[in-house]
């Protein structure tokens, strides 16, 4: 044994003598890889090996992982036992041995060691976890590893070891896969041997209500088994009187901000482990702290899910009248989460995931661990000549199918009264108003009047309901459609109604030349309310009949005109043709559309009456 000590604890890398070593002192019958009896014999070398080591380390009084260590080189100098476990590891890496071996001789090292020296080998194995975790070496020792954590966790103090339990925890948790079906309690096993003890007998000189102590600490026996609660109705009635006391009790003592940020304990170290004291003496102070409060309500949260959730026989589930209770105190310890400072809505959301979560958790772990990724499907190539069949509907497409079967299901859906509820102009504008204003800094890709769709049914929204400012969509497009009472202020005065140009233009032409015909006026009132529209002819002519009116009223009253006077009246009247031509296509070309006007037929007319006069 020293001479096989000697050789496979020599320095240097293992590669330059590990496969050397085992060959010179087992002789297989290959030359690169041990059989079943070579494996065996080679792990009983390794096991007394590691023992004596061990042992070695005790009567030294150092510590096992940095035992045979150089003190003049520690940085780069290794200890005994590590230097042995990275030979074993190298050969089982390399497949030389068995792949279990190196599982086998962690599990002996943490058995014999004590815990403080534990956390020397366990932080040795979190280093070599990428290694132990290659699917040749875990498929051999899964198990094994698995034995080693729990055996560990066994001896730990939960209450003293909270880091060291946590570190166990997380390496299993990373070195496991997720469908490891081991990491869920599927059998629904509870711990009852995690008993809490409180005062039964009310002490002397005490001021508090000793009968709410007993109370509160009861409450713990349904905790620590909730299964108990669906097998027998009395446990269940004794469960739901006791916690409406505690509610009670918590609802008329409620906490302040600064009791709470007093007795905060949350935002201490994160290794602060809590197992309350159940002395009477400490109740009231108890009931100040929210950390306290916090720890029972949460503890009723959970509890409330195990029993919401469908059992796996008949005795588990939950009976009508038990959902309903506990559905009505679920919902006042949510509102006591929220009452409870600091951050009671924060830490009520947080608590809600995490729950949510734990139950997805648990049925994808029932459900056989189905993988999450969905496989590419596989694209056929269709031969040609065959037409792939399209799919026959009842309704004609899917889409109207689907929607029968709904109604099926569901009665109810087709006389839903929000289902064919019209929103208001003012609601549904909403969104784009609150887009259009600067301060809201949103981007202009993100506004809905991109939106298609959206616009097209505000738009339908408005001319029904609104149509006065649906007549802005002409100048001000859809921005211009929305009300003016619920744009920002800065934003509204943009798209307040202004007087147009061509009113503007009639006020001065009128402040010229005095008032407008009727006719004329009541057009441009027409064309500056409602935007371009044809001009009435006769409108348009009256001007040319006026003129034609006065050549008649000039012949009837006196002798026929001289060839110098009938000459200057077909001069006015060409003038005054072309002004109420321009007059009438002016506003129209400003507008930007050609209109068509009747002033062709003004001028035919007003022609045929000075030459009937003439």
């Known amino acids: 044994m020293e001479e096989f000590k000697t050789a496979i604890l020599q320095p240097g890398p293992p590669e330059n003598f590990a496969l050397q070593t085992v060959q010179e002192f087992i002789k297989p019958q290959r030359q690169t890889k041990l059989v079943q009896d070579e494996n065996q014999l080679l792990e009983n070398m390794l096991r007394t090996l590691l023992q004596e080591l061990v042992s070695s380390a005790a009567q030294s009084g150092e510590p096992i992982m940095q035992y045979g260590q150089s003190i003049d080189n520690e940085e780069s100098s290794q200890g005994l036992i590590p230097h042995l476990l990275d030979v074993v590891l190298y050969l089982c890496q390399r497949e030389h041995i068995e792949g279990g071996m190196i599982f086998q001789l962690l599990e002996d090292l943490t058995e014999m060691s004590t815990m403080r020296n534990c956390k020397d080998v366990f932080g040795y194995i979190e280093g070599k976890q990428d290694i132990l975790g290659k699917q040749e ?69 005490i001021s508090i209500d000793f009968n709410y102590y007993k109370t509160l600490w009861s409450l713990q026996e349904f905790f620590c088994n909730p299964a108990s609660l669906t097998v ?81 026989t008949d005795k588990d589930v939950t009976s009508e009248t038990m959902k309903e209770e506990i559905k009505s105190c679920e919902e006042r310890v949510k509102k006591l989460l929220e009452m409870t400072p600091p951050k009671g809505k924060d830490f009520l959301r947080k608590i809600e995931h995490i729950i949510e979560r734990e139950k997805n958790w648990v049925w994808w772990k029932r459900d056989g661990c189905p993988p999450f990724e969905k496989q590419p499907a596989e694209k056929k190539s269709v031969q040609e000549g065959n037409r792939k069949r399209r799919p026959r509907w009842r309704l004609g497409n899917k889409e109207l199918s689907q929607l029968w079967k709904w109604a099926d299901q569901n ?46 049914k505000g738009l339908r929204f408005s001319a029904r309901q609104d149509l006065e400012g649906f007549s802005k969509f002409t100048d001000l497009g859809v921005e211009g459609v929305v009300p003016l009472e619920i744009l920002a202020p800065d934003v509204r005065s943009k798209y307040q109604a202004k007087p147009s140009d061509r009113s503007k233009r009639a006020k001065k032409e009128e402040a010229k030349g005095g008032p407008q015909p009727p006719e ?54 060409d003038v005054g043709q072309e002004a109420g031509q321009l007059e009438t296509d002016g506003p129209l070309e400003q507008d930007g559309e050609a209109v068509e006007t009747g002033t062709g037929d003004g001028e035919t007319d007003a022609e045929a009456d000075i030459e009937a006069v003439s």
């Open 232 to 312: 027998s109705p009395a446990k269940w009635q004794k469960y739901t009187s006791s916690l409406k006391v505690v509610l009670d009790t918590f609802e008329a003592q409620p906490l302040s901000e600064e009791e709470g940020d007093a007795n905060n304990l949350e935002e201490e170290a994160a290794s602060f482990n809590i197992k309350y004291l159940t002395s009477s003496n400490l109740m009231g102070l108890e009931l100040k702290d929210p950390s306290f409060r916090r720890h029972v309500l949460v503890q009723c949260l959970i509890l409330f899910d195990y029993l919401k959730a469908p059992g796996k």
């Open 411 to 456: 009665p109810n859906a087709l006389t839903d009264p929000q289902r064919v509820r019209t929103p208001s102009i003012t609601e549904y504008w909403k969104p784009l108003a609150e887009d259009m204003d600067p301060a809201a800094g949103i981007e202009a890709e993100y506004h809905h009047k991109n939106n298609r769709v959206y616009c097209w």
């Open 137 to 205: 070496l875990f498929a051999r020792g899964k198990l094994v590893m698995l034995r080693t954590c729990n055996q560990l966790l066994r001896r730990l103090s939960k209450a003293n070891d909270v880091v060291f339990c946590g570190r166990i925890l997380m390496f299993l948790a990373h070195f496991f896969p997720l469908s490891e079906r081991s990491a869920v309690n599927i059998k629904g096993v509870f711990n009852t041997s995690n008993e809490t003890k409180y005062e039964k007998d009310p002490p002397e000189g």
């Open 520 to 573: 004329e006026a009541q057009a441009a009132s027409e064309n500056d309310g409602e935007g371009a529209r044809p001009v009435d002819v006769e409108a348009s002519a009256a001007p040319m009949e006026t003129d034609a009116a006065t050549v008649n009223t000039s012949q009837d009253g006196g002798s026929p005109p001289t060839p110098e006077e009938e000459q200057k009246q077909n001069s006015d009247t």
